[in-house]
């Protein structure tokens, strides 16, 4: 195994830049050439290359962190360990990667110049660019379901599909029920009927409306000025943008990870949220963006960056904004969707996690220092001209394709790989970044073209482990306090609990949209001799109030009415307890 990780280290070495030589050959040189002992630069055999030597005092170091990254593997939780062998391997790495910056910037310069030097890779002209972007934004517009309803363009065509699928009743009858609700003491109605009945309207609605939708995108898909438009951007894309998609062609083909095993890696290690599906899906039939999509488009990220991606979970919070977490710490790397979430911006927020990377990152920072035209910082919203309200997202001022690349922070991370992924994503971005910023297509495509390094190896490898071992401590502490639980349960559950229990979530409950969802665990009996229902529910909720998602509840069902919600089994747990007692 020594053996082993010796040769790997010579690969690592060979792959930054260095020469390798057996020590005596080395001393040879190196005493024929002696320069100042900080740097040695050789001649001779060496070309001119950096070099250092493979003496037994780094082969010590090398087993030491190699022990060490074994023990932190071992015990996943201790992140403590995790921090300590992180450090030790960026001392390591630390001086290669300062010399690796030149060597990154012409592997990506080489990478570009055998791209376009081939036949139809023109360049891009800004007519182009203005053309491409204004026919993209015309198509949105018509295309997006937002604006169907508001559309002049095709309002006939909209008029006519609401009559057909009976919208416009529904409609109706939507804003009738709002009235009543409103005005329920004059109509003599209860509230709860009402509000159950603009509920199954709008249902109706939002079924009616996507199938407008997709009669309506059916329909002027088959319009002469859609064909127009659409033979227009095929024909952009198949010449003035060309070399953008050759360039990711050929990143795809160089890497080391195939199309079926980026799929495989996308489907065990993309965590995707159920409420991220439904919010994304929610978006209508010409704008969602569907869990097979999300992980296709994950996979091609997995493939053209060598595999430079761990674990990673989706999420939503209800964010105007898309971003991610876990890249300052190095844990638990986490995307939270936005309203308008699709490819770009999940290349964008994956692109932040190649700063994990201790070399992306010193990459990142020494392009924003070649570039910035000082240290002086400015508000986003002084050098946009628009939105970025927040003053506290800043940027340098620079010669950057958007100001947004130059976005400041305090811990050294930046927006540079983000937003090059991000114009990656597409071809017609990817042959702008060329065009607009050579020396940043340069420095990411240099970067990318190379296998992961040691250290994101590492990260990627304990995060998986750490995620598996949470998660089998996860279910032995469920399943010990599902054992607790069941103790405190004096009642099997029989026709009158259930009875019960129905007439009360009638009575004071409801679902959110598809009927009473819950199952009764079990009862038990306070000191007083009230009988408590235990039920679980996906999508109860009190009348006019949040619903309560995966939640618990306590209903009193003999004696004094109550309902009592709880989030989670250790509360629930609590919460049995203290009512026994009462």
């Not at 005092?57 to 300590?84: C, M, R, V």
């Not at 869990?291 to 595999?307: I, Q, S, V």
């Not at 420095?443 to 995060?463: A, N, R």
């Not at 401590?473 to 469920?478: G, P, Q, R, V």
Request: net charge neutral; aromatic share 8%.
């Amino acid at each position: 195994g020594n053996f082993e990780r010796y040769l790997a280290y010579i690969k690592e070495l060979k792959e930054n830049g260095f020469e390798v030589l057996p020590l005596k050959d080395f001393l040879r040189v190196l005493s024929q050439n002696k320069q100042n002992e900080s740097e040695k630069e050789v001649s001779g055999s060496l070309n001119s290359t950096k070099s250092i030597s493979l003496t037994s005092d780094n082969y010590l170091k090398i087993k030491e962190i190699e022990q060490e990254k074994e023990k932190a593997f071992n015990n996943p939780l201790d992140d403590d360990l995790f921090n300590d062998v992180l450090k030790k391997l960026e001392e390591k790495n630390e001086e290669s990667e300062k010399l690796s910056i030149e060597r990154n910037q012409e592997i990506g310069k080489q990478f570009i110049d055998d791209v376009i030097s081939q036949p139809n890779n023109k360049e891009i002209s800004e007519e182009s660019i203005k053309l491409f972007n204004k026919l993209r934004e015309r198509i949105k517009y018509i295309e997006n379901e937002d604006f169907i309803d508001g559309n002049s363009d095709t309002k006939e065509l909209v008029e006519k599909l609401n009559k057909e699928t009976g919208l416009d009743v529904l409609r109706r009858k939507y804003y009738d029920t709002l009235d009543r609700i409103s005005e329920r003491r004059r109509y003599n109605e209860p509230v709860s009927d009402l509000i159950i009945e603009k509920e199954k309207i709008v249902k109706e609605y939002e079924k009616v409306k996507k199938i407008r939708n997709k009669k309506y995108l059916e329909q002027y898909q088959e319009q002469d000025s859609y064909k127009e438009i659409k033979k227009e951007i095929e024909t952009l894309e198949n010449t003035e943008f060309r070399v953008g998609k050759v360039i990711i062609d050929a990143l795809n083909e160089k890497s080391t990870i195939t199309e079926d095993e980026a799929l495989e890696w996308a489907k065990n290690n993309l965590i995707i949220d159920d409420a991220v599906v439904k919010r994304l899906n929610k978006k209508g039939e010409l704008n969602k963006y569907p869990k097979e999509k999300m992980l296709k488009d994950a996979a091609e990220f997995y493939r053209l960056t060598n595999g430079k991606l761990g674990v990673l979970r989706i999420q939503t919070k209800g964010d105007y904004r898309a971003n991610v977490s876990g890249v300052r710490n190095r844990t638990n790397q986490t995307i939270s969707v936005d309203s308008d979430f699709n490819k770009t911006s999940l290349w964008h927020e994956m692109g932040h996690c190649l700063e994990l990377d201790s070399k992306a990152k010193i990459l990142a920072n020494n392009f924003l220092r070649d570039k910035r035209e000082s240290e002086k910082i400015y508000t986003l919203h002084e050098l946009t001209g628009k939105g970025y309200l927040d003053k506290s997202e800043v940027a340098y001022k620079g010669d950057f394709i958007n100001p947004y690349i130059g976005k400041y922070y305090t811990d050294n991370l930046t927006e540079v790989f983000s937003m090059g992924l991000g114009y990656l994503s597409n071809a017609k971005d990817a042959a702008l970044m060329m065009q607009k910023d050579p020396q940043m297509a340069q420095m990411i495509i240099g970067y990318l073209s190379q296998e992961k390094s040691e250290i994101m190896d590492f990260i990627f490898k304990h995060s998986k482990l750490k995620i598996d071992e949470s998660a089998e401590k996860a279910t032995i502490e469920e399943n010990s306090l599902d054992e607790k639980i069941a103790e405190q349960l004096d009642y099997p559950v029989d026709d009158t609990v259930k009875d019960d229990v129905e007439r009360i979530v009638r009575k004071s409950l409801q679902a959110r949209r598809n009927g009473s969802k819950y199952k009764i665990i079990g009862a038990f009996e306070n000191v007083s001799k009230d009988v408590y229902a235990v039920i679980q529910s996906k999508s109860l909720k009190f009348y006019g109030s949040r619903p309560f998602k995966d939640a618990y509840f306590l209903i009193r069902i003999r004696g004094e009415y109550e309902i009592v919600a709880v989030y989670n089994k250790k509360t629930l747990l609590e919460k049995i307890i203290e009512r026994k007692l009462v």
